[in-house]
């Protein structure tokens, strides 16, 4: 499953397999250790004149062993060994991920790593989803491009996440490395169809172009018609979040000059006629497909549609097809169509299709394999259990809000959450959105769903009890994290006391992410899993009633995170500035501009604190709203 | 419960939400500052041409509200900033299709309306009507068989079976208002007609005496227009 193209759809695609390491030298550097340079590489008891030599063989060795090293944790622990072992793996290294894009800077990265083919950068908090980062906080591509473009020319592949990549950055990137293959943006922002378009244009040797969840201006821009003339080597072409019209006449000759093309997921301006058309030239290689809007077009009146749409026959060929997602504006009445494919398909996106239960049914039916299942709860309960009757290779569900609002009316609840335990026993990760919840249900899920690595459940309202009992949901995630011993990600909510924050500190010893909001009585609370919890990566924590005391608890822990958000809770710029002062390797930025009016010791309830590890000095890109400490 | 959560603030989308800029529904009494005076020439296929900027930024305390709302009813919830936590690319695509949904279903929305003074409620399809212009000839239609009584030092005329809702309103202190999905009361007319049908839950002509009890300072520039 590591390389399986459905991980792009995750909104948090982290590899919860395996220990995290975002670039582990910069942890090593910041504590100045002495691992990394001591010694010389050569043996004892071998002549001075012999050992140049016989150092030139071991690199020769080394680089041709570490070529097949490639897990980057395997890597970071391979350059800890000795100085060669260090230089040789730097060179070795093609695969360059960079977890947060202020740790480290570009130049001090292409120092170290200079063969570099394919570079992952992550930069905003994830909390700046939903609206709780300002506007022009900073993680800027910019300086990146103008790194790269300089030391490496091999550089192929570009994956960013929660990036502001501007049109200036995509037209360097491009017209800096003339072999580029593969771009990735996902929630980024920045950008618009200018840049695409010059991009295209100008990236001779493209095959991926992926654009997820990210905002794109419309410049009003043609840039489908930007993609070079004759045969492209595309293979993968995803746009669904691009807002902008395109040019269909334009696409569909780009599709038909890329015999490659595997992938292709079309944004809602592209109707279910459209769609027909492409799948007739491409669908029998197609593996991943975003349907488009499916509905008609609405630029056409509805009497005047192409009469002769063959919903029957359009998926017939897509062989291939195991991913598909779209359904953008969808109508129901055309479902039947994907009827062919679905006994095939692994992973289906539903989230936004506004279908009911009875909509669902004669599809879901018929999903024997399938393992992605994400889908609106306008399916409710009864949807789900009929996901949990056929969908018994299930790995991974997301079920979203159709009304995210606190006093929504909440279609799906624990009888849901129940249904899918009893029949998805090989479940790994679930996001579940709901109104309602009970402990009893998390526990069945905990002891039915032994496998569960990710498990994130969302009560919209805050504070909510289990609303069969009344009582706090502390027992419901206790044993989440007693009974899924392979849980190394958790988002908690509903109503939860210190209590719940002591069984993920006694038993979440490998939970690396952890999401918080609305919960906690006390220090305590945030005490418990600082202490308690050795693996953890990433705290993101909001409107909770954690102060200095618990901020201070942690010093132990923070060299060996990502990073600690905390927002609207109990701090004051008082026990942020001792923080900062304990640990030089830590950046404490606080974010909102009343951080300076305040006293030092009062409590900034409104206020944001993002904290992260990083060997370099605090950025000089930051906007007037954020203060570092 | 601990740490509730009260401020109100709502993200408009694609504003960041964390500082600054926080868009306030406008609530009833500030409303009755700006225009009271409904007589045809104001209101447009759209509603009010009013300046909806003016909703950022203006102070307004929620509690001032309670006489005006149904009692038995407890005031909806106050959003908070990026709760639950809904990407708003998500956010936007499902608002934006149900928007595009509702508008094809073309359903009726019959919603009730009371007057006060009236003996019995009526209801109206605003489906029916396409300005506030319509609903209130209709409306006026509909109340004008009553008679009613004096209120407070104004006094209001008796009317006629003729005269229409727009007579009534003009120079008295009835007002019309609304109740809206989040079941807060809101003047008629500030939205453009599109938002305010979808938005409408029910109607009330309310008496000016009623705002009272919300706000004197707005009592004094009802009764300094007449």
Same mark, same amino acid.
């Given at each position: 499953?590591?390389?399986?193209?459905?991980?792009?759809?995750?909104?948090?695609?982290?590899?919860?397999?395996? @220990?995290?390491?975002?670039?582990?030298f910069t942890s090593s550097e910041a504590r100045n250790y002495s691992t990394v340079g001591s010694g010389s590489g050569s043996g004892s008891g071998v002549p001075e004149s012999q050992a140049p030599y016989l150092d030139q063989v071991l690199d020769n060795v080394l680089d041709n062993v570490l070529q097949f090293l490639t897990s980057r944790q395997d890597r970071n622990a391979a350059s800890l060994v000795c100085k060669s072992w260090y230089r040789v793996e730097a060179v070795t290294r093609s695969e360059l991920f960079i977890g947060n894009c202020y740790a480290v800077s570009p130049a001090r990265a292409s120092a170290r790593f200079t063969k570099v083919r394919s570079l992952v950068l992550k930069g905003k908090p994830r909390f700046a989803d939903f609206n709780l980062l300002p506007q022009g906080w900073g993680a800027h591509f910019s300086p990146w491009v103008a790194s790269m473009a300089k030391a490496y020319s091999c550089l192929e592949k570009v994956h960013l996440k929660r990036m502001s990549v501007t049109d200036v950055d995509l037209e360097n990137l491009a017209k800096?490395?003339?072999?580029?293959?593969?771009?990735?943006?996902?929630?980024?922002? +920045?950008?618009?169809?200018?840049?695409?378009? /010059?991009?295209?244009?100008?990236?001779?040797?493209?095959?991926?172009?992926?654009?997820?969840?990210?905002?794109?201006?419309?410049?009003?821009?043609?840039?489908?018609?930007?993609?070079?003339?004759?045969?492209?080597?595309?293979?993968?072409?995803?746009?669904?979040?691009?807002?902008?019209?395109?040019?269909?006449?334009?696409?569909?000759?780009?599709?038909a000059n890329s015999p490659s093309m595997k992938r292709l997921r079309l944004n809602r301006h592209v109707s279910i006629g459209q769609l027909f058309r492409l799948l007739k030239i491409r669908g029998p290689q197609l593996t991943h497909l975003g349907t488009g809007s499916f509905s008609l077009s609405d630029l056409v009146p509805q009497g005047d549609q192409e009469p002769e749409l063959d919903y029957a026959s359009a998926f017939t060929a897509c062989k291939s097809l195991v991913c598909l997602s779209g359904f953008r504006e969808i109508v129901p009445d055309y479902?039947?169509?994907?009827? @062919?494919?679905? /006994?095939?398909?692994?992973?289906?996106?539903?989230?936004?299709?506004?279908?009911?239960?009875?909509?669902?049914?004669?599809?879901?039916?018929?999903?024997?394999?399938?393992?992605?299942?994400?889908?609106?709860?306008?399916?409710?309960?009864? +949807?789900?259990? &009929?996901?949990?009757?056929?969908?018994?290779?299930?790995?991974?569900?997301?079920?979203?809000?159709?009304?995210?609002?606190?006093?929504?009316?909440? @279609?799906?609840?624990?009888?849901?959450?129940?249904?899918?335990?009893?029949?998805? =026993?090989?479940?790994?990760?679930?996001?579940?959105?709901?109104?309602r919840m009970t402990n009893a249900a998390v526990k069945a899920m905990s002891k039915n769903c032994p496998d569960l690595v990710v498990f994130r459940l969302c009560i919209m309202e805050r504070h909510r009890p289990d609303h069969v009992t009344g009582d706090p949901m502390d027992e419901g995630f206790g044993a989440i994290v007693k009974n899924c011993k392979k849980l190394t990600r958790l988002a908690v909510s509903g109503l939860l006391t210190d209590k719940a924050f002591s069984y993920i500190g006694k038993y979440g010893k490998?939970?690396?992410?952890?999401?918080?909001?609305?919960?906690?009585?006390?220090?305590?609370?945030?005490?418990?899993?600082?202490?308690?919890? =050795?693996?953890?990566?990433?705290?993101?924590?909001?409107?909770? =009633?954690?102060?200095?005391? &618990?901020?201070?608890?942690?010093?132990?822990?923070?060299?060996?995170?990502?990073?600690?958000w905390m927002s609207s809770c109990r701090l004051t710029r008082q +026990?942020?500035?001792?923080? &900062?002062?304990?640990? =030089?390797?830590?950046?404490?930025?606080?974010?909102?501009?009343?951080?300076?009016?305040?006293?030092?010791d009062d409590v900034a309830e409104k206020l944001s604190m993002y904290m992260y590890r990083s060997v370099e000095m605090p950025r000089e890109d930051a906007p007037d709203f954020v203060t570092i400490m | 419960m601990e740490f509730e959560e009260t401020e109100l603030r709502l993200g408009l989308p694609g504003n960041s939400?964390?500082?600054?800029?926080?868009?306030?529904?406008?609530?009833?009494?500030?409303?009755?500052?700006?225009?009271?005076?409904?007589?045809?020439?104001?209101?447009?296929?759209?509603?009010?041409?009013?300046?909806?900027?003016?909703?950022?930024?203006?102070?307004?305390?929620?509690?001032?509200?309670?006489?005006?709302?149904?009692?038995?009813? %407890? %005031?909806?919830?106050?959003?908070?900033?990026?709760?639950?936590?809904?990407?708003?690319?998500?956010?936007?695509?499902?608002?934006?299709?149900?928007?595009? $949904?509702?508008?094809?279903?073309?359903?009726?929305?019959?919603?009730?309306?009371?007057?006060?003074?009236?003996?019995?409620?009526?209801?109206?399809?605003?489906?029916?009507?396409?300005?506030?212009?319509?609903?209130?000839?209709?409306?006026?239609?509909?109340?004008? $068989?009553?008679?009613?009584?004096?209120?407070?030092?104004?006094?209001?005329?008796?009317?006629?079976?003729? $005269?229409?809702?727009m007579d009534l309103l003009n120079g008295s202190d009835y007002v019309p208002t609304y109740e809206d999905k989040d079941g807060d009361w809101m003047l008629v007319g500030d939205v453009p007609w599109e938002m305010f049908v979808e938005s409408?839950?029910?109607?009330?002509?309310?008496?000016?005496?009623?705002?009272?009890?919300?706000? %004197?300072?707005?009592?004094?520039?009802?009764?300094?227009? $007449?």
């Open positions: 499953m590591h390389h399986d193209r459905a991980d792009q759809m995750s909104e948090d695609e982290d590899d919860h397999r395996s @220990p995290p390491s975002d670039l582990e800096s490395l003339p072999g580029f293959k593969e771009l990735v943006l996902v929630c980024c922002e +920045g950008f618009g169809t200018k840049g695409l378009a /010059a991009f295209v244009s100008l990236c001779r040797q493209l095959r991926v172009l992926d654009l997820i969840e990210s905002e794109v201006a419309d410049d009003e821009m043609d840039w489908i018609s930007h993609f070079p003339e004759g045969e492209s080597c595309l293979e993968s072409l995803i746009f669904d979040c691009v807002e902008c019209l395109i040019n269909f006449q334009a696409l569909e000759r780009l599709v479902l039947p169509a994907i009827y @062919p494919v679905c /006994a095939n398909l692994t992973s289906l996106n539903f989230s936004y299709a506004n279908i009911n239960t009875e909509q669902l049914r004669p599809i879901i039916r018929h999903c024997h394999n399938l393992q992605i299942f994400w889908v609106l709860d306008s399916i409710c309960d009864e +949807g789900l259990q &009929a996901v949990a009757a056929t969908c018994k290779e299930l790995r991974e569900l997301r079920v979203f809000p159709i009304d995210a609002r606190e006093d929504s009316e909440g @279609p799906v609840s624990e009888v849901g959450l129940q249904a899918i335990s009893e029949g998805c =026993p090989k479940l790994q990760s679930i996001l579940y959105f709901c109104q490998l939970v690396r992410t952890l999401s918080v909001a609305f919960a906690g009585n006390s220090d305590m609370g945030l005490k418990y899993v600082l202490e308690g919890c =050795p693996r953890l990566q990433k705290l993101e924590i909001r409107d909770s =009633p954690f102060g200095d005391v &618990a901020l201070l608890s942690g010093l132990h822990q923070y060299y060996n995170m990502r990073f600690l +026990g942020c500035q001792r923080v &900062a002062r304990e640990m =030089p390797h830590l950046v404490v930025e606080l974010i909102g501009s009343n951080w300076e009016d305040m006293e030092m | 939400g964390g500082e600054g800029e926080v868009a306030r529904k406008r609530g009833f009494f500030e409303t009755v500052d700006l225009k009271l005076n409904l007589s045809s020439k104001d209101v447009g296929g759209a509603g009010l041409d009013l300046d909806h900027d003016k909703v950022k930024g203006v102070q307004k305390d929620k509690n001032l509200l309670p006489s005006v709302a149904d009692p038995a009813k %407890p %005031p909806a919830k106050a959003q908070v900033v990026g709760w639950p936590p809904v990407r708003s690319y998500r956010k936007n695509v499902l608002a934006s299709q149900k928007s595009m $949904s509702d508008e094809s279903d073309k359903g009726a929305a019959f919603v009730k309306v009371s007057m006060d003074g009236a003996p019995y409620l009526r209801k109206v399809d605003l489906r029916m009507y396409k300005t506030y212009q319509d609903l209130y000839d209709a409306l006026g239609k509909m109340f004008s $068989s009553f008679t009613i009584g004096n209120c407070g030092s104004q006094g209001i005329k008796d009317f006629t079976n003729e $005269s229409k809702l409408c839950k029910r109607l009330r002509i309310m008496k000016g005496t009623e705002a009272i009890g919300l706000a %004197p300072k707005a009592m004094e520039k009802c009764k300094n227009r $007449s």
